[in-house]
């Protein structure tokens, strides 16, 4: 599920011939992950993933007065809603003059009074040059905020913040049966080599009245002196009439039923599902507590699962899609965006002292055996997670601690431990763990706890 960018960069930095890894199956249990995905709203723009031609890149807008109205999904928005989307421009195969794509975000008020969108949290960056696929170690310290690899990384790490973007509005006021533009951005190849640029994109919104949203694909005008300028407003809502789905399209999808390789496909729609609230206790019983294992034994909670990569679990935990378009995803696979929000009460229920360790790893994705984990040594040079994960606990000491730890992980990475906890016989120790499922990484993944002495 990487994206064609991410791959492109990975390949010119892969060696010719890399040594076969060592694979290692660990005896470890995966729990299904309690908690479910809240109803939010998110509309998820992101397929066609490369744009090479003008066009919808999704509309919730009514069906009427529309020249393609296959283009429009007719789903209105109220209250809390997410708007991601993430969007490749690829001109390395062009021979025209190269030119700059612009993403539009448009929002419509189809109400008779004004509407106001609130702005909670919004990021949006691009590949070069806000934020390049570069080399990072497997774990840094990112308490500053300024480690990230990747635009979907970047912006996953603002949103975890609660930050807003400071291009963006605190609020977009929309009048009565009008459209106001939410965003209006390049996305530049001119100087790149290739010419190849990605940009992503998450916001956290509220409004007090019904809005319908739509993303669009348009390359830049020229003004009278023949340089380059963004669409107006006026070009946009002409594009959303007149213009029909932008291509080229991506792969179609495998029916969810299907048997053998699937193609999950790209996610082009209305997804039910911004956050994963939960607290893990010991499953079976009403326990307000997580027993940690016996030494030297491990057990997992499987995140973002997704047919065909649950573990054993069974547990699909995709976003269902409210609406979508008949050649993109059935589910919003990945979960891109989507905030996990987990809480574990950790409990030493010896008489002994143990040392636990917390860490998000990176199996080889399977969906066969709930009691075995496999792994590489060493792994492969293929990032499959790259992300900032918060972590907040109380120290040896019983001073309140907030971690920011930025992750690199590439498939059948064990990974290092977020935090190590001495317990006390008897004792208790909340851990909150929380992060923003960032664009360009390939799940499933997993979240373990291990007693290690």
Do not use: C
């Not at 006021?173 to 190849?196: D, R």
């Not at 004792?427 to 929380?434: E, H, K, P």
């Amino acid at each position: 599920m990487f994206s064609l960018l991410s791959s492109v960069l990975i390949a010119q930095a892969a060696p010719t011939v890399a040594p076969k890894p060592d694979t290692i199956v660990k005896p470890q249990i995966v729990r299904v992950l309690p908690g479910r995905l809240d109803d939010v709203l998110v509309f998820n723009s992101n397929s066609p993933e490369v744009v090479q031609t003008e066009g919808i890149l999704l509309s919730t807008f009514p069906k009427e007065g529309k020249a393609h109205p296959e283009a429009h999904l007719d789903r209105v928005f109220q209250g809390r809603f997410d708007i991601f989307a993430h969007h490749i421009s690829n001109q390395a195969k062009t021979s025209d003059p190269l030119k700059t794509l612009y993403l539009g975000i448009l929002l419509h008020n189809p109400s008779t009074k004004p509407v106001t969108v609130n702005v909670l949290q919004a990021a949006s960056y691009l590949s070069q040059p806000d934020a390049p696929f570069i080399d990072l170690p497997p774990l840094s310290d990112n308490a500053l905020g300024n480690i990230f690899a990747g635009p979907g990384d970047r912006a996953t790490n603002d949103i975890l913040r609660q930050q807003r973007q400071p291009n963006w509005p605190a609020t977009l006021v929309v009048p009565p049966g009008t459209s106001e533009m939410l965003l209006n951005v390049p996305i530049p190849v001119k100087a790149l080599t290739p010419p190849i640029n990605g940009r992503s994109t998450l916001a956290y919104l509220r409004s007090n009245g019904p809005v319908y949203a739509a993303s669009l694909a348009m390359y830049a005008k020229s003004d009278s002196a023949g340089q380059e300028r963004a669409p107006t407003r006026d070009e946009w809502e002409t594009l959303l009439k007149t213009g029909t789905l932008s291509g080229p399209r991506d792969k179609a999808p495998t029916l969810p039923e299907a048997k053998g390789k699937i193609i999950y496909g790209r996610v082009a729609g209305v997804a039910r599902g911004s956050r994963w609230l939960a607290q893990l206790t010991d499953p079976g019983n009403p326990s307000t507590r997580l027993t940690v294992p016996n030494p030297g034994e491990a057990f997992s909670y499987l995140l973002s699962g997704l047919a065909q990569g649950t573990f054993g679990t069974g547990q699909v935990q995709s976003a269902p899609m409210v609406v979508r378009y008949p050649d993109t995803a059935y589910a919003a696979h990945g979960n891109y965006g989507v905030h996990y929000s987990l809480t574990l009460p950790l409990y030493n229920s010896t008489e002994s002292p143990k040392k636990v360790a917390l860490m998000l790893q990176t199996p080889l994705k399977a969906d066969a055996k709930p009691t075995e984990l496999t792994f590489f040594n060493p792994p492969p040079k293929r990032v499959f997670f790259r992300g900032t994960v918060r972590v907040r606990y109380k120290d040896d000491s019983g001073n309140p601690q907030t971690r920011y730890i930025h992750l690199v992980q590439s498939r059948g990475q064990q990974g290092e431990p977020l935090v190590e906890l001495n317990l006390d016989a008897q004792t208790s120790r909340l851990v909150q763990v929380d992060f923003i499922y960032p664009p360009d990484a390939t799940p499933p993944q997993v979240l373990t706890v291990k007693t290690k002495s």
